[in-house]
């Protein structure tokens, strides 16, 4: 059972910044990729960063230069550290476990429960 779990959400002014964390074990992180989802209210999911287990990365252009994701190969964690929020941001953030597919998109595989991140004044 693959367990992912995340935390660091909440409410931030529009220009604020918060920090995302996702903890999974040994195995999982250090044989796979992971990745940043969301879903806003009423729409459906969409990729906002993914980081490969060479540290290549890759970014919705919706947040480039605002967010970064990082893995700690220490800790077996990834964070997504977000600047310059903005409402728009406002959604249910999960953390996924995943695979490259052969055209080097990201494929989630694994869900955490996802946390929720308000942007607003």
């Known amino acids: 059972q693959v367990q992912l779990v995340e935390s660091g959400g909440g409410l931030v002014q529009p220009g604020g910044s918060l920090r995302l964390s996702c903890a999974t074990s040994t195995i999982v992180f250090s044989m796979n990729d992971m990745g940043w989802f969301r879903q806003p209210p009423g729409k459906e999911r969409e990729l906002v960063a993914a980081?490969?287990?060479?540290?290549?990365?890759n970014y919705a252009d919706s947040v480039k230069g605002r967010f970064t994701i990082s893995r700690d190969r220490g800790k077996n964690l990834v964070y997504l550290q977000m600047n310059s929020l903005k409402p728009e941001d406002t959604a249910v953030y999960y953390c996924t476990v995943g695979l490259r597919s052969s055209t080097g998109t990201y494929d989630p595989r694994y869900w955490g429960q996802g946390t929720q991140v308000t942007v607003a004044s």
């Open positions: 980081v490969a287990l060479g540290g290549n990365t």
